[in-house]
């Protein structure tokens, strides 16, 4: 997430709408925000029901105890709410291609 609010100018800038989803709490969402610098918007899908649409949802046993969490992720989806871009697991840490996917002029048709 502090990746992508130090790109948060380059990406304000080519019309790009940045925000961050997890599975916690808004409570949590917020204090994150604040220590993390995070001045971006972050969404909470507490229940995961949109972490479990996007295929993301990973089980996980900690110290005996079954937990379900998200994946890392990033999509770019357009003004009409196709899937552009998408980056998972380790590659999602780095927005690099994120930005370019976002900056790079169109094609004309």
Same mark, same amino acid.
Request: charged share 30%.
């Given at each position: 997430?502090?990746?992508?609010?130090?790109?948060?100018?380059?990406?304000? $800038? &080519?019309?790009?709408?940045?925000?961050?989803v997890s599975m916690d709490s808004p409570f949590s969402n917020f204090a994150f925000a604040k220590?993390?610098?995070?001045?971006?918007?972050?969404?909470?899908?507490?229940?995961?029901?949109?972490?479990?649409?996007?295929?993301?949802?990973?089980?996980?046993?900690?110290?005996?105890?079954?937990?379900?969490? &998200?994946?890392? &992720?990033?999509?770019?989806?357009?003004?009409? $709410?196709?899937?552009?871009?998408?980056?998972?697991?380790?590659?999602?840490?780095?927005?690099?291609?994120?930005?370019?996917?976002?900056?790079?002029?169109?094609?004309?048709?």
């Amino acid at each position: 997430m502090k990746a992508f609010q130090q790109n948060l100018s380059k990406l304000e $800038g &080519a019309d790009t709408q940045v925000l961050g989803v997890s599975m916690d709490s808004p409570f949590s969402n917020f204090a994150f925000a604040k220590d993390a610098g995070v001045t971006f918007p972050l969404l909470g899908d507490w229940g995961g029901k949109v972490t479990r649409e996007y295929g993301l949802a990973k089980n996980y046993d900690i110290e005996g105890v079954p937990m379900e969490s &998200a994946r890392r &992720a990033t999509f770019v989806i357009d003004k009409s $709410g196709k899937i552009t871009h998408e980056q998972v697991d380790d590659e999602a840490v780095d927005p690099t291609k994120t930005v370019d996917a976002c900056v790079r002029p169109k094609m004309k048709s």
